[in-house]
T-cell receptor, first 110, second 114 residues
Framework: GQNIDQPTEMTATEGAIVQINCTYQ??????LFWYQQHAGEAPTFLSY????GLEEKGRFSSFLSRSKGYSYLLLKELQMKDSASYLC???????????FGKGTSLLVTP | DSGVTQTPKHLITATGQRVTLRCSPR?????VYWYQQSLDQGLQFLIQ???????AKGNILERFSAQQFPDLHSELNLSSLELGDSALYFC?????????????FGEGSWLTVV
């Protein structure tokens, strides 16, 4: 089975740094994905990790520890437009669907 | 724009009715996925097709069915609709089934059952 957990809500201040954690227990592992979703819109791809370590892409970074079943998404220099839901997803077999956590709703305040 | 096209964008229908949602994947993508997202749930995987064949099933109800056509577009059929089926239905696509391919989502079809 699949179990993907992330906090329901987080609040952070414009210009700050926020870390969104994700833990997972899955029957297999073929990659961990982070998506951003604004209310009522399509999820958009942010990052992908399949090996342990940190992947950096501009203001966003994602970390993976396969042995701990743990990932985090780090958002730096927060902007108001970063207020959105952040979805952690795991693919357990190559070429198959992603299984999503319920998402973390991030509110960025002035 | 992800390149995945879904129609209709909005749909209102009555309980007991049947609707069909349509999806055109990104050019060249062989895999199509259907997801359901309701207010109190995350993205729930329904079903996946790969090059015309069903590859995987998730939490799809027996009242729901899908297919992928030779031109790779897909349709999700929802029948005997209930109030609880009101949700945002996403189609997504990815390239050939190799490891690491990102899934790209369409804008979704909002279904309201009244």
């Amino acid at each position: 089975g699949q179990n993907i957990d992330q906090p329901t809500e987080m609040t952070a201040t414009e210009g700050a740094i926020v870390q969104i954690n994700c833990t997972y227990q899955t029957s297999g592992f073929n990659g961990l994905f982070w998506y951003q979703q604004h209310a009522g819109e399509a999820p958009t791809f942010l990052s992908y990790n399949v090996l342990d370590g940190l992947e950096e892409k501009g203001r966003f970074s994602s970390f993976l520890s396969r042995s701990k079943g743990y990932s985090y998404l780090l958002l730096k220099e927060l902007q108001m437009k970063d207020s959105a839901s952040y979805l952690c997803a795991v693919r357990d077999k190559p070429g198959y669907a992603l299984n999503f956590g319920k998402g973390t709703s991030l509110l960025v305040t002035p | 724009d992800s390149g995945v096209t879904q129609t209709p964008k909005h749909l209102i229908t009555a309980t007991g009715q049947r609707v069909t949602l349509r999806c055109s994947p990104r050019s060249g993508d062989l895999s199509v996925y259907w997801y359901q997202q309701s207010l109190d749930q995350g993205l729930q995987f329904l079903i996946q097709y790969y090059n015309g064949e069903e590859r995987a099933k998730g939490n799809i109800l027996e009242r729901f069915s899908a297919q992928q056509f030779p031109d790779l577009h897909s349709e999700l059929n929802l029948s005997s609709l209930e109030l609880g089926d009101s949700a945002l239905y996403f189609c997504a696509s990815s390239a050939s089934g190799v490891s690491g391919n990102t899934i790209y989502f369409g804008e979704g079809s909002w279904l309201t059952v009244v």
